[in-house]
Nanobody
């Protein structure tokens, strides 16, 4: 049973930084794609970033390119989302997601939430102006 547990959310001022963590368990994740999504009140869930666990290849949503960075720690089975230069529009619940890399037919499919079978409970990030 795959379990994903996010942590690290909180309240930060605009221009500040936060690092989110996603602790993964229940599988060997070397064959997985790990993703981060976010959902603001009244809005659809939005793709933030994804990483191929085996190679470390990264893929980012346009709204966070150059500000956010996704990484993984093999020893800790944890994926991180480093968020810098935060803006009020980054306020959302951030979710970690995962699925087998073989699920994704194209790089673009990594941004499709429907491709991910496993989800965490989410962590709230609030950026004040």
């Amino acid at each position: 049973q795959v379990q994903l547990v996010e942590s690290g959310g909180g309240l930060v001022q605009a221009g500040g930084s936060l690092r989110l963590s996603c602790a993964a368990s229940g599988r060997t994740f070397s064959t997985y794609i790990m993703g981060w999504f976010r959902q603001a009140p009244g809005k659809e869930r939005e793709f933030v970033a994804a990483i191929r666990w085996s190679s470390g290849s990264r893929y980012y949503g346009d709204s966070v390119k150059g500000r956010f960075s996704i990484s993984r720690d093999n020893a800790k089975n944890t994926v991180y989302l480093q968020m810098n230069s935060l803006k009020p529009e980054d306020t959302a619940v951030y979710f970690c997601a995962a699925d087998l890399a073989s699920t994704f037919q194209t790089m673009g499919s990594m941004s499709n939430e429907a491709e991910y079978s496993y989800w965490g409970q989410g962590t709230q990030v609030t950026v004040s102006s």
